[in-house]
């Protein structure tokens, strides 16, 4: 089976760990690969991702049943857009609840759309054990563990065992002190050549570089979605 | 000749979901390659025959005509098993009427399959039905069904007074009905197919429907769950003791 395109999922149970970032990364990423990409911020208060990426971005609750239609069922239709959802915390329970109840990762794959769950991984008891709920109820989804180096190094990495031919960790790498100030202003698309023109040239140089590192490994997770499937299709030889 | 089955669906009330039951029932035999037919006592205008058009008869379950309808064709029917949906407060008599036929000695002997599902409202008015009905039914397959799809909650029920009751029928079981999202159970009313269909995606002529993703994922999930409990209860091997009672797929 061919994915035609996918969800991607930026999930923590933890606030502050870079889910939104990673959701803008992903986003850009996705726009400069020439995708149609579509954005949907889930977190209650702030919606940080709304306010960065206002053209692609769309406001999403489930709380109410009517929220969860609206998201989940668009995120099963419309089969050629790309999607990236940045979860906030205080939705990583309920959104992966009424996930798993309907089903939601079967018929994405039925309408041929892989989901993936891009989940940062924290030395926390409570991530830990959200990190292995989610590998027990989402077994055909591609579950990576992300470490967002800027809050340190990964000494609990090994509390995150990753799935056999999925995808290592990604590696978010810290961006120079220095940078910050020019992308963590709204709007902010890293797409968005003639906004980062207006950067001093080395500020410039020194964030492609840092953005050519982070995309290498969406790259690379890109791949192993795909691999993934394949070595599921031959395992059981049912090609679905 | 394969033995045929009958399956009592009442409450002595109204409004504790039996036709939601029955129709759970219908799907859940459906799913498992097992003729039914369904009658529905609620004349003139079935709830259980809008659902289920095709299987479904409306009959008045008091009149002599209308029982040999339904009793003297047992045998020779198409159908394995018979659903029958009875009107809120006629379970009793209903009972009451089966013994007078020789219904029920007929079931004794083992000619035919008797299953009675007793759905339970929320009060302890219904409670002291269940001592009535045991009474008349004796040694049917009893289930007594507790119904939460309202969100009906059973803290009326002092556990003490409902073990007592629960007691006196020999064999009885328990069923729990969990609840389903109250805009699911809605969208299935409004769409008036059967769950196997709103699930399927399919309209009333098997068309192909736009239902929600979710809601039909809410269904899926719920259905899944009060089927399980008809697998623990082994109803399949109830009703046809030859067919394997492994079908858990509610929807391909």
Known sequence: MAFRSSITIVASPRPRVGKTLLARLLTDFHLSEGRLVAAFDLNAGERTLAQFLPDKTTTASIREISGQMALFDHLVAHEDLTKVIDLGHESFESFFSVAHQIDFVEEARRRSIAVAILFTITPDQTSIGAYRGLRDRFSRATLAPVHNEILGPAQHRDKYPLATGGPGVVRMPALAPGLRRYIETPPFSFADSGKVSTMPPDSQSELQRWLRRIYLEFRELDLRILLADLRHSIQFGSGT | ?252
């Open chain 2, 1 to 252: 000749m394969a033995r045929p089955a009958v399956i009592l669906v009442g409450a002595d009330k109204g409004g504790v979901g039996k036709t939601t039951v029955a129709r759970t029932l219908i799907d859940y035999f459906g799913a498992h390659q097992t003729p039914t037919r369904a009658f529905d006592t609620e004349a003139p205008r079935g709830t259980l025959k809008r659902f289920h058009p095709e299987l479904t008869e409306v009959v008045d379950v008091t009149s002599v005509s209308d029982q040999m309808k339904i009793f003297d064709t047992l045998g020779s029917a198409d159908a394995k098993v018979t659903v029958i949906d009875v009107r809120a407060g006629l379970l009793s008599s209903t009972l009451q009427a089966l013994t007078d036929i020789g219904f029920l000695e007929s079931a004794k002997k083992g000619q035919i399959t008797f299953a009675v599902f007793h759905i339970l409202g929320s009060s302890i008015a219904s409670l002291q039905e269940i001592a009535e009905t045991a009474r008349v039914v004796g040694d049917a397959n009893y289930f007594l069904v507790k119904n939460f799809i309202n969100n009906t909650t059973f803290f009326e029920w002092d556990p003490a007074t409902y073990n007592s009751y629960f007691k006196k029928i020999k064999g009885a079981e328990e069923i729990t009905i969990p609840k389903l999202n109250e805009m699911a159970y809605e969208q299935v009313e409004v769409a008036s197919v059967p769950f196997v269909s709103f699930i399927g995606n399919k309209g009333v002529k098997g068309e192909a429907a736009n239902n929600s993703f979710v809601l039909r994922g809410y269904v899926r999930h719920w259905l899944g769950n009060v089927w399980g409990e008809f697998d623990r209860v082994k109803l399949v091997d109830l009703v046809s003791p030859k067919i394997e009672s492994n079908v858990r797929q509610v929807a391909g």
